[in-house]
């Protein structure tokens, strides 16, 4: 199947010549798209001078307002255009392994809508994350499977692979989420619309060694409110306009 990955970068200079290399030695079947927010770091620019020399690789450069979530959808929206089958999504400081990036991928099949590369799975692990990012990425991902009555131990995972064709189904122009909440209303809304098979595979996360985190309390703040709206939304049966569509 044709899959292409989805590489967000917000200031990524210092990794995203090492990364798009080990992608490209690891899934060379795969291409890649970058979507930067106009970094100050040239990020983009860097990515560029990689495409030529690399191939297969197209770097969307946002100049609107910056948002994981928002660059994220604009990267979907163009990869369903450019009908790849599978879309997958990662992190471009090596805190997901790109060699297991292929797995990912051949999982997605007809009746599979999402393959989440999971932490919290048998044989997925964390390394290099300080307690506080261990406790509230663990409580984070327990609260958020109640809320939203989801059967996934790692809804906040960014190493992911999406079936195309589950994701024409859903109007991603007007999800709400600005930061990482995305990746949790993605799963919500495909378990929801009943769009296929949410699958974990494990990963092991390693924390970044090099570029910031871009993870701020605004981020942590804004999952929080939405996943406890959904999750209102969802028994009581009123406020059903602030379910994501
Ligand atoms: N285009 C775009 N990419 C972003 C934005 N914020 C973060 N990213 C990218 O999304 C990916 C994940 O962001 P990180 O800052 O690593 O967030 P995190 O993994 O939760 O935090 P750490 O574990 O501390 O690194 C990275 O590739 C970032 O460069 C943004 O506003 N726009
Ligand atoms: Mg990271």
């Known amino acids: 199947m044709r899959s292409v990955l989805i590489v967000p970068t917000y200031n990524e200079a210092t990794n995203i ?3 798009l290399t080990q992608v490209r030695t690891d899934a060379p079947d795969t ?94 692990g964390v390394t290099n994350w300080s307690l506080f990012r261990r406790v509230l990425s663990k409580w984070g991902n327990l609260y958020t499977a109640f809320c939203l009555r989801l059967k996934i131990k790692d809804c906040t995972s960014g190493f992911r692979a999406y079936s195309a064709a589950s994701l024409k189904n859903i109007d991603l122009a ?41 993870m701020n309390t605004r981020i942590m703040r804004e999952s929080m409110v939405l996943v406890t709206r959904w999750g209102f939304a969802l028994r009581t049966g009123s406020g059903r306009k602030y379910l994501p569509r």
């Open 17 to 19: 010549e090492k990364f």
């Open 31 to 124: 291409d890649i798209l970058v979507v930067d927010d106009n970094s100050p770091d040239q990020t983009a620019r860097i990515a560029e001078t990689l495409a030529a020399k690399l191939g297969s690789i197209k770097v969307l450069n946002r100049t609107s307002q910056r948002g994981y979530a928002a660059a994220s959808r604009d990267a979907m929206l163009k990869a369903i255009e450019s009908r790849y089958e599978v879309i997958a999504t990662m992190d471009a400081d090596f805190s997901h392994d790109p060699k297991v990036l292929t797995k990912l991928i051949s999982l997605v099949d007809s009746e599979t809508a999402l393959v989440i590369g999971s932490r919290y799975v048998p044989g997925g």
């Open 174 to 214: 007007n999800l709400t989420a600005d930061g990482y909440a995305f990746l949790s209303e993605m799963a919500f809304v495909i378990s929801r619309k009943k769009l296929g098979s949410i699958v974990e595979s494990p990963i092991v996360y390693v924390d970044r060694a090099f570029g910031e985190s871009k």
